[in-house]
T-cell receptor, first 115, second 109 residues
């Protein structure tokens, strides 16, 4: 079990550019979550998947954000036309769900800086 | 607005002292999880408490879930410099977590 991995760890981009982040959950975890964390705050829920189905999206997830989990394994989070307010740590977590419990295990995060 | 309020926001103590971090809410949660986060890293799960009144011990750390499942506390006995970090509580409802803003704990050698 290698844990949740995220790529890249750091991303610096200019305002208006598109960025994409990848998350690989713990193998056989069927639930995958995305959170955003800004300085001095705890993580805030963005969206979650059960297998390949996106079941809930926070109102924090504007139209510029899109997340996918096409084969129920890894997930991508894309931000289009980035704004300075998008600068944050983007965290991915996974859980086993009904069979294995709802405890969520987090990856190391992707730190996004929009200049 | 975060559903969970943590106090204190910052805590600085000497090695060997005890400390308690509080996590309060007006909402009921199906479970509550405590995490520790290092700078530039993701949160690491410490413990999950599920039953109202539950107490769990993890070496020098003691976690308690309130009877009404709205609040929790984390107590560290004889703190060590390795306990330094950001402690986050998170309440679970509908499969997603709502986090507090965290308590930054610094243990001085």
């Amino acid at each position: 079990d290698t844990g949740v991995s995220q790529d890249p760890r750091h991303k610096i981009t200019k305002r208006g550019q598109n960025v994409t982040f990848r998350c690989d959950p713990i193998s056989e975890h069927n639930r995958l979550y995305w959170y955003r964390q800004t300085l001095g705050q705890g993580p805030e829920f963005l969206t979650y998947f059960q297998n390949e189905a996106q079941l809930e999206k926070s109102r924090l997830l504007s139209d510029r954000f899109s997340a996918e989990r096409p084969k129920g394994s890894f997930s991508t989070l894309e931000i289009q036309r980035t704004e300075q307010g998008d600068s944050a740590m983007y965290l991915c977590a996974s859980s086993a769900g009904l069979a294995g419990g709802y405890e969520q295990y987090f990856g190391p995060g992707t730190r996004l800086t929009v200049t | 607005t975060q559903l969970l309020e943590q106090s204190p926001q910052f805590l600085s103590i000497q090695e060997g002292e005890n400390l308690t971090v509080y996590c309060n809410s007006s909402s009921v949660f199906s479970s509550l999880q405590w995490y520790r986060q290092e700078p530039g890293e993701g949160p690491v799960l410490l413990v999950t408490v599920v039953t109202g009144g539950e107490v769990k011990k993890l070496k020098r750390l003691t976690f308690q879930f309130g009877d009404a499942r709205k609040d929790s506390s984390l107590h560290i006995t004889a703190a060590q410099p390795g306990d330094t970090g950001l402690y986050l509580c998170a309440g679970a409802r509908d499969y997603k977590l709502s986090f507090g803003a965290g308590t930054t704990v610094t243990v001085r050698a």
